[in-house]
């Protein structure tokens, strides 16, 4: 599994191309919200952040061809 600095530098340029950034609100689980705040401390970024980057990513990998 590729660390948090191979994640950032591949998809750096894909977060930062949302100027305009859409609020979404979900209910998770609260083992994994415990798991995301675990993440989140081990790496220093917030669990915001360590959701938007999974969610891009599970974006990226099940898109459509458009």
Do not use: K, N
Request: hydrophobic share 40%.
């Amino acid at each position: 599994m590729p660390d948090h600095e191979e994640l950032t530098a591949r998809h750096t340029a894909t977060l930062s191309a949302f100027v305009i950034r859409a609020r979404r609100q979900v209910r998770l689980p609260q083992a994994v919200s415990e798991q995301v705040d675990t993440i989140a401390a081990v790496q220093g970024r917030r669990a915001a952040e360590v959701m938007r980057e999974a969610i891009t990513l599970y974006v990226q990998e099940h898109q459509t061809a458009q």
